[in-house]
T-cell receptor, first 114, second 113 residues
C-alpha cells in the first residue's frame, strides 16, 4: 500500500529564510506528485505538479524536485514571507495504475514569523 | 469563473439523520472526487467519477453514496449519519489529462452528534 509521509509536521522560521519541506512515499511506481497549500479553514490550492519523468518544477519562489527512485520530493521556498504561512500537502497518483487518484500526506504546518 | 463550489459550508446532524452534499464545477471537467479530511489522517478519497453517469469507490466509501447525473454536479449522500462521519469534506475536479492538477472546493464542515 502506498504511504506518503511529510516531515516535519510543523516548522517555524523567521521571515526571509529559505526553507525546504520534505515528502516521502513508499512505492516509487507513481504517475505524478503534486504539492498543495491549505490555509486554515479553507480548501486546497494547487502549487506544483511534477510528472514521474520530470526532476523538478518551478513557480515563482517555489521549486519542487522529485527523486522517484528514492521515493522523495522536496518543496523549496525562497525568501519566505509571512503570507507563506499555511499547511503544505503533497500527494502522489498512480498507485495501482490509477493515474487520477491521489494519496495524500498529512502535511507540514509552516509558520513564517515577521 | 467560480471554479468548484460546495453546499452547504457547515452542517450539524444527529446520529441517524441523512443529508446530501452538493458539489458543482464550471470548468467542464470530466473527473470529480469527494475526499474527507480528519486530523492526523490527511485527505482520503471517498468516491470519484470519471464522467456523467459513472461513479467508483475510493479508499473509504462505506456509509456514503454518490451520484453524477449532470457533468457539472457531484452529490455525496449520507443515508444514516454516524459520529465517525464527523469530518471536513472536500470536493475536487480535474480534466481527463492526468498531468493536470485537481481543483478543490472550499469544504463542508460536518458534525454528527
Amino acid at each position: 500500500k502506498q504511504e506518503v509521509t511529510q516531515i516535519p509536521a510543523a516548522l517555524s522560521v523567521p521571515e526571509g529564510e529559505n526553507l525546504v519541506l520534505n515528502c516521502s512515499f513508499t512505492d516509487s511506481a507513481i504517475y505524478n506528485l503534486q504539492w498543495f497549500r491549505q490555509d486554515p479553514g479553507k480548501g486546497l490550492t494547487s502549487l506544483l505538479l511534477i510528472q514521474s519523468s520530470q526532476r523538478e518544477q518551478t513557480s515563482g519562489r517555489l521549486n519542487a524536485s522529485l527523486d522517484k527512485s528514492s521515493g522523495r520530493s522536496t518543496l523549496y521556498i525562497a525568501a519566505s514571507q509571512p503570507g507563506d504561512s499555511a499547511t503544505y500537502l503533497c500527494a502522489v497518483s498512480g498507485y495501482g495504475g490509477a493515474t487520477n487518484k491521489l494519496i495524500f500526506g498529512t502535511g507540514t504546518l509552516l509558520a513564517v514569523q515577521p | 469563473n467560480a471554479g468548484v463550489t460546495q453546499t452547504p459550508k457547515f452542517r450539524v446532524l444527529k446520529t441517524g439523520q441523512s443529508m446530501t452534499l452538493l458539489c458543482a464545477q464550471d470548468m467542464n471537467h470530466e473527473y470529480m472526487y469527494w475526499y474527507r479530511q480528519d486530523p492526523g489522517m490527511g485527505l482520503r478519497l471517498i468516491h470519484y467519477s470519471v464522467g456523467e453517469g459513472t461513479t467508483a469507490k475510493g479508499e473509504v466509501p462505506d456509509g456514503y453514496n454518490v451520484s453524477r447525473l449532470k457533468k457539472q454536479n457531484f452529490l455525496l449522500g449520507l443515508e444514516s449519519a454516524a459520529p465517525s462521519q464527523t469530518s471536513v469534506y472536500f470536493c475536487a475536479s480535474s480534466s481527463r489529462d492526468p498531468a493536470v492538477m485537481q481543483y478543490f472546493g472550499p469544504g463542508t464542515r460536518l458534525t454528527v452528534t
